[in-house]
T-cell receptor, first 113, second 114 residues
Framework: GESVGLHLPTLSVQEGDNSIINCAYS??????FIWYKQESGKGPQFIID?????DKRQGQRVTVLLNKTVKHLSLQIAATQPGDSAVYFC????????????FGAGTQVVVTP | DTGVSQDPRHKITKRGQNVTFRCDPI?????LYWYRQTLGQGPEFLTY????????KSRLLSDRFSAERPKGSFSTLEIQRTEQGDSAMYLC????????????FGAGSRLTVL
C-alpha cells in the first residue's frame, strides 16, 4: 500500500549546525504535509505544515521543502539547539480527509555539544 | 486552557481485563481524534469525532475497542478483553474542525498489558 517513510532513523548533529531531515511519501493523492516533533514522554508537537501547491515554507528556524516530482519532503532546522533533540515525524493527509494523518516512522535527532 | 488532557498517563493491566482512557480536548475544538503509537513507530489513526458523531473508524479498531464522545466534549476509549498486542501509547488529539488540519495532541496514555 502507499505509505510515508523516512530515510534516516537517527541523525546526530552538532549544536549550532543545520539539520536536514528527509521523508519520502508515495501517496500521490496527498495534498497536505506536516512535521511533528515528539520529545520523550510527550505527545507530538506541530512544527510546520505545507500544502501541495507550495514547494517551500519557512517558520522560525525551520523550513519545509516539498518536491512533488520525486515525492520528497524535508525539514531543515537552522542553528540546531539541544532543545531540538527529539523524534521528528512527517505526516501526510488529504484535504478530503481532514485530521486523518498518515505518519512515517520517525527520525531521532540527537544534538551534541 | 491547558491543551489536550489525557488520563491516566500510564495503565498496567492483566490480559483479559478492560481498560478505559479519557481525553479532554481543547474546549473550542469540535473534532477529536484517537491515535495509537507503538514503540519506535509513528502514530496510527484509529477514529475521530465531529462533535458527538463518530465519523470514521480505522480497521485497526477491532470490535474490542469502542470510543464515545457523548456530549461532544470529552471522549473515552475503552478496550475490552485486553491482549498483549494492545500495549501501546494511545494518543488523543483535537482540532478546530474542517479545514483545520493542525492537530494538537495530548501527552498520551500508555497501556501495558501483562
Amino acid at each position: 500500500g502507499e505509505s510515508v517513510g523516512l530515510h534516516l532513523p537517527t541523525l546526530s548533529v552538532q549544536e549550532g549546525d543545520n539539520s536536514i531531515i528527509n521523508c519520502a511519501y508515495s501517496n500521490s493523492a496527498s495534498d497536505y504535509f506536516i512535521w511533528y516533533k515528539q520529545e520523550s514522554g510527550k505527545g507530538p508537537q506541530f512544527i510546520i505544515d505545507i500544502r501541495s501547491n507550495m514547494d517551500k515554507r519557512q517558520g522560525q528556524r525551520v523550513t519545509v521543502l516539498l518536491n512533488k516530482t520525486v515525492k520528497h519532503l524535508s525539514l531543515q532546522i537552522a542553528a540546531t539547539q539541544p532543545g531540538d533533540s527529539a523524534v521528528y515525524f512527517c505526516a501526510e493527509a488529504r484535504t478530503d480527509s481532514w485530521g486523518k494523518l498518515q505518519f512515517g516512522a520517525g527520525t531521532q535527532v540527537v544534538v551534541t555539544p | 486552557d491547558t491543551g489536550v488532557s489525557q488520563d491516566p498517563r500510564h495503565k498496567i493491566t492483566k490480559r483479559g481485563q478492560n481498560v478505559t482512557f479519557r481525553c479532554d480536548p481543547i474546549s473550542e475544538h469540535n473534532r477529536l481524534y484517537w491515535y495509537r503509537q507503538t514503540l519506535g513507530q509513528g502514530p496510527e489513526f484509529l477514529t475521530y469525532f465531529q462533535n458527538e458523531a463518530q465519523l470514521e473508524k480505522s480497521r485497526l479498531l477491532s470490535d474490542r475497542f469502542s470510543a464515545e464522545r457523548p456530549k461532544g466534549s470529552f471522549s473515552t476509549l475503552e478496550i475490552q478483553r485486553t491482549e498483549q498486542g494492545d500495549s501501546a501509547m494511545y494518543l488523543c488529539a483535537s482540532s478546530a474542525g474542517t479545514g483545520a488540519n493542525v492537530l494538537t495532541f495530548g501527552a498520551g496514555s500508555r497501556l501495558t498489558v501483562l
